[in-house]
């Protein structure tokens, strides 16, 4: 009876642990059920799309830029094809490892690559390391791809100036967009690694050439290396610029300033249409649209010549004796002289204690306003300057644009000086001093513009009063459509003067040619009528000129136009510290309106009524 009691005592126990074990089991595989519903059912589409973005990727395709072409088509910026190297933040392990990778293979900045990829933006884009790599590089990036996981090389098109230095103040160049670009409103829609201009018409007409980026979806392995891509959207190229400067004459008139500081401005009177603009020194904006080292670039703006501010737009200088050209017109309009009304100069204007000296020594003798501007008599406009008053010299000089920028389409433009007394009152906080009054009739003092301004200005003089603003780009091409869009001329307005006094004016600076301060432009090949000017930039020196430092010698002005009888080109030109306006300006000036005269027949490819223009191959590319 013990013995049977015991096995069922023992029974019992098993079938109690075999009980417990099912309902272990029963509650295990409960659990796993529920664990199941919840990944595959609840939470199904979440970790599908999780699953989804470790397979694949969106990568932007980044647009070409438009093209930028000269006014008879002549090819001044393109895109060639270029390597770029882009790390996806999301398949990098370890990124201080892959940082030392980096830096290691290719000589890269390590600050820079943690910059790079610690730009925000969004979190599945990858990020722009490089740009403008070279084959060596993207070789070796390849070759340690299985070491590199989120590393890829993309193909994409990088700007090319084909001219290098040609034209490179008014181009411009390009550059990856910077952390404060990208919160501008200006910039919505573009992310990390974008390329945008950054100066000249490259930034001015961004939004037109910039394009619009494309995607595509590439599936990935492990590391995150490429296997296959479908495209979604293709980039939409920039629209083309057409300008209206003729690049054989931009080349002429850069040539002729060599390696001198200083600036020559060319343009068409009867429209406004800029057909040179040289500044020198100037860069390669090749070198500038690659990604410098802040060394490079410390360097670059460092350098004593500024290269690059563009001296024809931002360059502010006193304008000297070629700002009695509207003293001229002012003296005529308000009365303070008529023409035949003499001053009789002896070398000097005394002004309470002061004597101001003419630049011819001996004197003048009687001189009216014909002779006074045909030999820049100084003391004749002292004179003038004195019995009109700073105020009424202001108001003609802001009617001839003075003291406001011209609105050309360039960044950063100078507006330069028109003083008056409530200008001093409000810049100095000082009144006003009469004997400043005679420095700036003679455009010293606080008188001062730029060499755009000046070529405007003897524009409008030789357009017998009308003003245009200046243009700089004639066309813009839609690319998608082919249709061409003419940015028509902007008239300014006219000079309150009447045609008499714009006869007057030009038949004295047609003399100031043939006869007076600027006989070394005369030309065989056109008439030429200008204006001398030497702009003082250190006072009280004392010796011959080439005893004096080369940085405190004047600066030579001399603005011009042709044919005198019916004008068809405006020059100023400014020689930084080269002397006389006469001996230095002048010739220049004149090489210019010759070339011009040559070149003049060749009708501009974008006319009025044009729809489509055919771009012509550079010889600029070809070079």
Request: hydrophobic share 40%.
């Amino acid at each position: 009876m013990a013995l049977g009691h015991a096995a069922e005592t023992e029974f019992g126990d098993f079938y109690r642990r075999l009980l417990i074990l099912r309902v272990g089991l029963f509650l295990v595989v409960a659990l796993l059920g529920l664990r199941l519903w919840h990944l595959q059912i609840r939470e199904g589409p979440y970790y599908r799309d999780l699953s989804e973005n470790n397979r694949t990727r969106q990568v932007l395709l980044e647009p070409a830029r438009g093209l930028i072409y000269d006014r008879h088509g002549v090819l001044l910026a393109n895109n060639v094809p270029s390597f770029s190297l882009y790390v996806t933040l999301e398949d990098v392990k370890d990124r201080e490892v892959l940082v030392e990778q980096l830096a290691d293979l290719l000589g890269l900045d390590p600050a820079l690559i943690r910059k790079k990829l610690g730009v925000k933006g969004a979190k599945l884009l990858p990020r722009k390391i490089k740009d403008r790599m070279t084959l060596r590089d993207a070789m070796l990036v390849e070759s340690h791809r299985l070491d590199l996981p989120g590393v890829m090389v993309e193909v994409e098109s990088q700007r090319n100036y084909p001219g290098g230095v040609t034209a490179a103040h008014l181009l411009g160049y390009v550059g990856e967009i910077s952390p404060e670009q990208l919160e501008k409103p200006e910039f919505s829609g573009l992310h990390q690694g974008s390329i945008v201009g950054q100066y000249g018409v490259e930034k001015s007409f961004d939004r037109h050439v910039r394009g619009q980026a494309g995607q595509k979806n590439v599936e990935v392995d492990a590391l995150g290396h490429e296997k296959r891509a479908a495209v979604v959207e293709k980039p939409q190229a920039g629209n083309d610029l057409y300008l209206t400067i003729d690049v054989r004459l931009q080349k002429v008139a850069e040539d002729l300033l060599g390696q001198e500081y200083g600036a020559i401005v060319a343009l068409d009177p009867t429209n406004g249409d800029i057909l040179a603009m040289a500044s020198r020194p100037g860069f390669d904006p090749n070198v500038l649209s690659r990604e410098l080292t802040p060394k490079q670039w410390v360097e670059i703006v460092q350098d004593e010549g500024r290269p690059l501010n563009n001296r024809a737009s931002q360059g502010q200088y006193p304008p000297g004796s070629t700002f009695k050209v509207p003293m001229a017109v002012a003296a005529l309009e308000t009365k303070t002289m008529a023409p035949s009304s003499t001053v009789f100069c002896n070398g000097g204007y005394q002004f309470g204690k002061r004597i101001y000296h003419d630049w011819k020594a001996s004197g003048h003798g009687a001189v009216d306003l014909h002779t006074a501007l045909v030999h820049s008599c100084d003391v004749y406009f002292y004179t003038v300057g004195q019995r009109m008053g700073i105020d009424v010299m202001a108001e003609f000089g802001r009617e001839f644009g003075l003291g406001q920028g011209t609105g050309v389409e360039l960044p950063s433009e100078r507006a330069g000086i028109m003083p008056s007394t409530a200008w001093k009152q409000k810049a100095k906080n000082e009144p006003w001093l009469p004997g400043e009054t005679v420095s700036a009739a003679i455009g010293q003092g606080y008188v001062t513009v730029t060499p755009l301004q000046m070529a405007s200005l003897i524009g409008t003089v030789a357009n017998d009063g009308v003003n245009y603003r200046p243009r700089l780009v004639q066309a813009v091409m839609d690319r998608v459509t082919g249709n061409l869009q003419e940015l028509p001329a902007v008239p300014r307005g006219k000079i309150k003067a009447k045609p008499e006094t714009f006869r007057i004016i030009k038949e004295a600076l047609a003399d100031v040619v043939t006869k007076g301060t600027a006989t070394r432009a005369k030309s065989s090949l056109v008439t030429i009528g200008g204006k001398t000017g030497t702009a003082q930039v250190a006072a009280l020196r004392t010796g011959p000129e080439e005893n004096i430092p080369k940085k405190f010698r004047d600066h030579a002005w001399f603005v011009a136009f042709a044919p005198v009888e019916s004008p068809k080109i405006a020059v100023a030109v400014l020689a930084e510290h080269m002397g006389h306006g006469g001996s230095a300006a002048a010739p220049l000036a004149k090489e210019v309106i010759e070339t011009y005269m040559k070149l003049a027949p060749q009708v501009p490819m974008v006319s009025s009524n044009a729809s489509k223009a055919e771009p012509v191959r550079s010889s600029l590319e070809q070079s």
